[in-house]
């Protein structure tokens, strides 16, 4: 940035300049109080065009570039102490600077949502209940007239300092009629409690077999820097379980740790394994959460009121004074990419804060990604395995089933109603993987080939059976299934592939005896239903469970016998070089799901494709070695992990204007200086050019050479951002693109 020449200097006012959450590349002078005490990361409402926004404050200067005359001066000042500490401050600086994106929007997301706008801090502050006065016998009194009453007094008495809502409600479920009643008579009062960490729960941690017992005490004896720990185990070989422990060492040298896991991730097993080892020592942050539980969340951990936060991707923004761990579980798992608004990675940014605050962090996975793995290589992460579960069974080979020449029945052949049928008698429960929702994918006139495309996408509407409407996945776009074909008037219309309301369907009618459960977006509609759901899961008698990914991974249920992949085939047909890792790592984790209790497990994929190499390799080796072949070909392509990928995307309702963006940003990138070291590949139109009514076009930038990338994107950047901006085209960047 070039300072103007016309340099305002009034020293009766003193200029500030915010971070305002808006997609422009830039910050915001206004003039605020002297007298002001002014810290960075503090939010105030400023008068922004014609309305009001809310900005955090950056910095503070006695003179402002700008026209002092015209610069307005901030409105009412929303925070007594900085929302932001120097350290997420510092931390959204680099995200901003690596990712490319606009610093006002990156700090915002820095923020939980509910302190985004104009609400005030409201501290999460947790009511307690104690004794206000009463003798024995007045207590005693009770016993007969109102046994509740007197079993709350009780429980409240021995715990002495008193007890929220939580413990007593596990102590009656109906404890608030009682302790309301209590209230009236002067017996209770409720006072605010300054709630801090207390002591860890003794509860059962099980013994680590060997390996485990290893592989924490070479972790254990790196925990005082930051260093990158890959633990690269096989599913259920225990890594939660040296997690666990991990932090329970942190936590007894006074630190607070974060645990990140992917969005599907945070089952109430895992809470419940939590709040088992560590009593309520832990906050949980999550997007079926309000944002006000999510602030309260945020707020208690920050305030050291307890000492873990276990959360999904946003979590990773917590702060705390004394953060001495972040752990990422699953951390191939794609949900860890932020793809829409502000695009970042957050195990990237996880392990940048680390290094930041120098210290450990740990990833985990049965399949780790190719990143991962590479880096270790490079020996730019410690790794360690776990090769062997501590229960009796290994987890299943997988078994390829083919079925080029057979009949299906609602996705599945003979062989494998027989193999269903084999685990239900002896008494297993039985997962069937589908990664597609809804009854059948494609609806087309059997007269006229007519097809049911979504007239905002391009793409094919999918039958809902249930609700007798057509869908689309994309844009939400939804109209009633005809009954006879929109062109030709003819009467057929079929539809073709399966989808997992069918395949429940079909398989409730097969086995009217047998529970047949189904987890996907359609079916679950709150955290409740799938409690519910895999309640009785857990209670381990002879079920089938049908799933998408919801089910593919972090699930431990002990009477789970028989996985099966259904219908992976197109995978071997996408696109997307991304394609063949995915299926890889969902074969693995889905597999892994079976023989976790005294049972051994069995996995089984069914293809029209077994000859595939892909498919082999599957049926024969480790993901490790598979991996290795996987990142020996994007080698010798020079693909991600050996090279960087940039995209720049733009939609406009008229395809020519998208491309048309990207041809002026592609021009004015070819002219900076070391562009000849990275291939330009476009613009072109996307994969699927048409979503939510607009055209989508793209523009690659690949290179091996990272250098040589960030400066040509470095000189460049502040150009783009100037380009005739046009409202009718939106623009993006995104800084190592998940794919091309
Ligand atoms: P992962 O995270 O690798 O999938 P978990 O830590 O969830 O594995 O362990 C899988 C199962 O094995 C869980 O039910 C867990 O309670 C159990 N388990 C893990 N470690 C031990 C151990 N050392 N002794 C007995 N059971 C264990
Ligand atoms: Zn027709
Ligand atoms: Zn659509």
Known sequence: MTFSARVSRVPSIRFASFAIAIPLYKIFDYTIDVADRVEAGTRYRLPFANGVKTGLLLSTSDASEHDSARIKAAGQRLDQEPVL??????????????????????????????????????????????????????????????????????????????LNALQLKAINPNWYQAVRALEKKAVLEWVWAEMEAGPVVHAQWPVLSDEQDLVLSKIEARLDCFAVHLLDGITGSGKTEVFLRLMQSRLAAGFQVIYLVPEIGLTNQLIERVRQRFGEQFAISHSALTDLQRYQAWDRFQRGQVAIMLGTRSSLFSQCDRLGLIIIDEEHDHSYRQD???????????????????????????????????????????????????????????????????????????????????????????????????????????????????QHCDARLTLHQSVQRLLCHHCGFTQTLPRVCPDCGHGEIKHYGIGTEQLEQGLRERYPDIPVLRIDRDSISSPEALKSRLQQLQRGDPCILIGTQMIAKGHDYASITLSVILDSDQALFSASYRASERLVQTVFQVAGRSGRGDRQGEAILQTRFPQQPLMQSLARRSYREIAQSLLRERRSVVFPPYARVVMFRADAVDLKQALAKLEDIKSL??????????????????????????????????????????????????????????????????VDAYDM
């Open 340 to 454: 829409d608004g502000i695009r970042y990675h957050a195990r990237d940014v996880a392990i940048k804060r680390a290094q930041m605050l120098d210290i450990p962090i740990l990833l985990g996975s049965a399949t780790p990604s190719l990143e991962s793995i590479s880096n270790c290589e490079r020996e730019h992460y410690f790794l360690y395995h776990l090769d062997h579960r501590p229960t009796r069974f290994a987890p299943p080979g997988l078994r390829l089933l083919d079925v080029r020449d057979s009949k299906l029945e609602y996705g599945c052949s003979a062989r494998l109603f027989d193999k269903i049928e084999q685990h239900i008698q002896q008494r297993g429960q039985v997962l069937i993987y589908l990664n597609r929702r809804g009854f059948a994918p494609v609806v087309m006139c059997h007269q006229c080939g007519w097809q049911s495309l979504c």
């Open 669 to 734: 990138l070819s002219t900076a200086g070391r562009f000849g070291e990275v291939s330009c590949i476009g613009p072109m139109p996307a994969l699927m050019t048409r979503r939510i009514g607009r055209y989508r076009a793209q523009l690659c930038l690949l290179t091996g050479n990272h250098r040589a990338l960030r400066s040509v994107l470095h000189q460049t950047m502040p150009q783009i951002q100037q380009l005739a901006s046009s409202a009718r085209v939106n623009w993006t960047i995104d």
């Open 85 to 162: 500490s120097e350290h997420m401050l510092a931390l959204a600086r680099w995200m901003a600077d690596y990712y490319l994106q606009p610093l006002g929007e990156v700090l915002f997301q820095c923020l939980p949502s509910y302190l985004r706008g104009a609400n005030l801090e409201k501290p999460a502050r947790l009511k307690i209940w104690r004794i206000l006065d009463a003798d024995a016998d007045t207590i005693a009194a009770m016993q007969s007239r109102s046994p509740r009453q007197y079993e709350i007094c009780r429980a409240i008495e021995q715990a002495g300092a008193g």
